[in-house]
């Protein structure tokens, strides 16, 4: 069982930058598949970004492409996203994911293990 811990959320003026990092603990992080999501008050929690199992591909949604970008290292079981730009829009708190399969899917059912949550509040 992977246990996941999302860290480096917090509050940011409009067209800021934040890094979000998650730490993984368990046996075999660079067998998963590694997403991040996230979930606005009274909406749904949606895909954000994923990375495969070597790092060597990754995915966005469209709402943050050329914006966020995802990275992992295998060594220090690490995943991070680096968000620039920031927009009041990207408020929500941030989870990040693994995934047993080797590629990325954006559908929150495909995950197997769940970080706790960090919340990102960008203010106008």
């Known amino acids: 069982q992977v246990q996941l811990v999302e860290s480096g959320g917090g509050l940011v003026e409009a067209g800021g930058a934040l890094r979000l990092s998650c730490a993984a603990s368990?046996?075999?992080?660079?067998?998963?598949?590694m997403g991040w999501f996230r979930q606005a008050p009274g909406k749904e929690r949606e895909f954000v970004a994923g990375i495969t199992r070597t790092g060597r591909d990754t995915y966005y949604a469209d709402f943050v492409k050329g914006r966020f970008t995802i990275s992992r290292d295998n060594v220090k079981n690490t995943v991070s996203l680096q968000m620039m730009s920031l927009e009041p829009e990207d408020t929500a708190i941030y989870y990040c994911?693994?995934?047993?399969?080797?590629?990325?899917?954006?559908?929150?059912?495909?995950?197997?293990?769940w970080g706790q949550g960090t919340q990102v509040t960008v203010s106008s």
């Open positions: 994911a693994a995934d047993r399969w080797a590629v990325i899917r954006i559908t929150r059912q495909a995950y197997d293990y």
């Open positions: 368990g046996p075999a992080f660079s067998s998963y598949s």
